[in-house]
């Protein structure tokens, strides 16, 4: 698995933007899936985006489908999440996650392999307030 460090979150009002980051400290290779997870408090991590280094297929969440972008840089060591138009309902701690993946997964499939995964670090306090 690739080691990301997760930069960004932070307070900010209804409808803001927040831009997440996930930087590596080398290329992240073709064959990663890099996802965008999060939990809410009392509630259950959900897999909320991601992106196939290799081919750039993305996938998201209907909760966040056209408020959120996920995108890598074009020196693969980096993988951002803008968060527009931000809902109280967003509040959550935020983590990334990388494995990698044959293939023949596609990206919605290797979401769901990662949400088992058992070691998630910190993560990233984002706070959507009025």
């Known amino acids: 698995r690739s080691s990301c460090r997760r930069l960004g979150g932070g307070l900010v009002q209804i409808g803001g933007s927040l831009r997440l980051s996930c930087a590596a400290s080398?290329?992240?290779?073709?064959?990663?899936?890099i996802g965008w997870f999060r939990q809410a408090p009392g509630k259950e991590r959900e897999g909320i985006s991601g992106?196939?280094?290799?081919?750039?297929?993305?996938y998201y969440a209907d909760s966040v489908r056209g408020r959120f972008t996920v995108s890598s840089d074009y020196t693969k060591k980096a993988v951002y999440l803008q968060m527009n138009s931000l809902k109280p309902e967003d509040t959550a701690v935020y983590y990334c996650?990388?494995?990698?993946?044959?293939?023949?997964?596609?990206?919605?499939?290797?979401?769901?392999?990662?949400?088992?995964?058992?070691?998630w670090g910190e993560g990233t306090l984002v706070t959507v307030s009025s």
């Open positions: 992106i196939n280094m290799f081919d750039g297929k993305t």
């Open positions: 996650t990388t494995d990698r993946f044959s293939s023949l997964f596609t990206t919605a499939e290797a979401m769901r392999v990662m949400l088992s995964h058992k070691d």
């Open positions: 080398e290329p992240i290779g073709d064959d990663y899936v």
